[in-house]
């Protein structure tokens, strides 16, 4: 699973840079950061020295995604949005989660610690992605995506806390993020805005 | 003091977020991480694992912050600017620069390292705020704000420096940081730019 | 060279805040994250409290480089793209490479570590700038810039898996990045897009 989703977050991250007309290197620091940058971060908050950089085959498949990108755009124009490359990306998500939750447990933090350890290991790259490409960060702004990651974390939390193994902890955070996440994108489920739920007056000038 | 400042800085970046009409998972990370970015960065420089992802009770405030934002826009257009939550802030402002400086004396690093420990405690959370909502941060950008916590982080070193105790220098950087915030809020103070100094020419093209 | 850097990064990096009005504590931060966050992301990569806030004298450094960009930029434009600063750009950004590989052999990361290590010492300031001024980071859009550390980082490594000593393989990342770097500026060298090499059909919207 953790092959999957290196080598589907860099080939996602890849095509939005070449979209954008990167250079080569550009692009390949963009899809690197989409596949990469979620585990260093989780890396730096529990202090260890990031994975990535000491082991070799992470990168090389993280470099495959950014070759598989660039070959792949040549034929479609957009690569990302393929049903293969969404359900990898959801499988990711899903593997990136449960790394993430597994470090946190490991390190001793809260239940919140937990939530939020796995949430920016999976969706962390996509973030730091898109400040490299000067937008807002889409798992801020669209669909039901951190979300999924966020119950797949406090899933592996209650399981553990219930007193489950580990490997059954796991199987149920990547059951319910990878579920969660494939209903959403076939059902197009999205989260309410407050202006939505009535809490917040709409903006009038759409004008900006 | 710490818990004003979690709900206060909470309740204005949810408060920014629902004003961009983010989804309420986006509301919630950038109440958050407004909250919690400037200590989280502080731990991760000084080598610990962060306070945020150890500590519930810290969580809980900074939820309670943006469920307050959510209910007080459903009344107020704009409840970051009303002066509780403007004093709010200042107080807020204050207790983190003094966390920041206190951990950073604990740490042993330089003077500057202590202001900018300090500074980055107090007003990181609105700088990661602002990169989430894709905008320059603005405390690059306008009045005495960051200022403040540098004045604070600075008399905390020299209270230590001369020999103080660790609770009369909190008291004194609190107290500048405080003090020196809210006059700048009631009289509009403001630091010059370079072309204001004369320093730089003015840009001619303002249509960019 | 490490202190000709220090003072070059200050000055391009204050002179683009001052270029975009921000205020003069604005300014100072800018200048010194394109000094500094280089190294600190290094130091916080490898588990280190950075430098940066241990060592007075480097920031006494960064704060010339500032002061320089306000006295240059009353009698100067652009005080950036002066071949003296772009010179001592490219000798900061040699002299940040090295420091980056020797730091990153010293930790006992993979080859690829190396590289990225040595890379992001050298050009995260800059990419930490622009992030801060709300712009896509330069290095990911411009030139070969990046690229000149990415093989000075790369040389470092395969002179010391060749068996050399420390210092043969610092003056060999140094001399290849300061060489790529000068050559490139001088020739107007530039790394195609995907687009470039036919990989992708360019967008048809140019009015973005």
């Given at each position: 699973m953790n092959t999957v989703g290196l080598v589907a977050f860099a080939l996602v991250g890849a095509t939005k840079a070449i979209r954008e007309e990167f250079d080569l290197f550009g692009v390949a620091v963009v899809g690197l950061a989409t596949a990469f940058a979620g585990g260093v971060t989780r890396d730096i908050l529990v202090g260890r020295v990031p994975l990535a950089l000491r082991s070799a085959d992470e990168i090389t498949l993280g470099l495959l995604g950014v070759g598989l990108a660039l070959g792949v755009s040549a034929l479609l124009?957009?690569?990302?949005?393929h049903p293969i490359a969404q359900v990898s990306d959801a499988v990711g998500l899903a593997a990136f989660a449960t790394a993430g939750a597994i470090v946190a447990v490991e390190t001793g933090v809260s239940g919140f610690g937990v939530v939020a350890i796995a949430t920016i290991n999976a969706v962390g790259g996509g973030a730091v992605a898109d400040v490299l490409l000067n937008r807002s960060p889409f798992v801020l702004l669209e669909d039901v995506y951190a979300s999924c990651a966020v119950l797949g974390g406090a899933a592996y939390w209650l399981a553990v806390t219930a007193g489950t193994t580990g490997s059954a902890a796991a199987a149920a955070c990547a059951a319910v993020t990878v579920g969660t996440r494939l209903a959403a994108v076939s059902r197009g489920w999205s989260l309410p805005t407050a202006q939505a739920l009535g809490l917040a007056r709409k903006r009038v000038d759409d004008t900006r």
């Open positions: 124009a957009n690569a990302d949005e």
